[in-house]
């Protein structure tokens, strides 16, 4: 079992739609993220929380929504979103956030239609 | 501006053989490589790691080399089996941004027997 659960791990959604990602991890970690994975483009960071505080906004547009009640869990909320941000949706923890190896989920695959 | 690069997409080996990854990085602030493997479907695996002190990290069948000067790191496997197949993605992190890993575009690696 992997350390750290992402839900649901397929998507598709009108783009009027509002639902959310969930990720989960059992690792003790401090640090989580939340990184996009679309075709041939290199894995893009989106998100950063250290001890539940986010530390990163890659300059993601905003009907994408993070929220982070813990240490251990982490929600991508998607409003309204557009048919190219169909992509997989990584959620990783890491112990700290400078220098660790990062660790991640199975990911999300959504699909906006 | 892509700070990490593999310039090869794909690569296809015998079983038994040797497979090189090659991973190429224009940021001399990078301290600390790593590399991840991914399935389809799959979040990524990490696999092996570097820090910028050493040249040479090994484990088991998986050995990394780093060349500072040339700014650049591959990953060796030997042998290559058919599990290996998948794709695998190069990082880096250090400097100002130590807090993110900045990843290549992966270069899926094929293994037939």
């Known amino acids: 079992e992997t350390g750290v659960t992402q839900t649901p791990r397929h998507l598709v959604m009108g783009m009027t739609n509002k639902k959310s990602l969930k990720c989960e991890q059992h690792l003790g970690h401090n640090a989580m993220y939340w990184y996009k994975q679309s075709a041939k483009k290199p894995l893009e960071l989106m998100f950063v929380?250290?001890?539940?505080?986010?530390?990163e906004n890659n300059s993601v547009p905003s009907r994408f929504s993070p929220e982070c009640p813990n240490s251990s869990h982490l929600f991508l909320h998607l409003h309204t979103l557009q048919p190219e941000d169909s992509a997989l949706y990584l959620c990783a923890s890491s112990l700290e956030v400078t220098g660790n190896t990062i660790y991640f989920g199975e990911g999300s695959w959504l699909t906006v239609v | 501006d892509q700070q990490v690069k593999q310039n090869s997409p794909s690569l296809s080996v015998q079983e038994g053989r040797i497979s090189i990854l090659n991973c190429d990085y224009t940021n001399s602030m990078f301290d600390y490589f790593l590399w991840y493997k991914k399935y389809p479907a799959e979040g990524p695996t990490f696999l092996i790691s570097?820090?910028?002190?050493?040249d040479k990290n090994e484990d088991g069948r998986f050995t990394v080399f780093l060349n500072k000067s040339a700014k650049h790191l591959s990953l060796h496997i030997v042998p290559s089996q058919p599990g290996d197949s998948a794709v695998y993605f190069c990082?880096?992190?250090?400097?100002?941004?130590?807090?993110?890993?900045?990843f290549g575009t992966g270069t899926r690696l094929q293994v037939f027997p």
């Open positions: 929380y250290n001890f539940k505080e986010q530390t």
């Open positions: 570097i820090s910028s002190i050493k």
């Open positions: 990082a880096a992190s250090g400097g100002v941004n130590t807090d993110k890993l900045i």
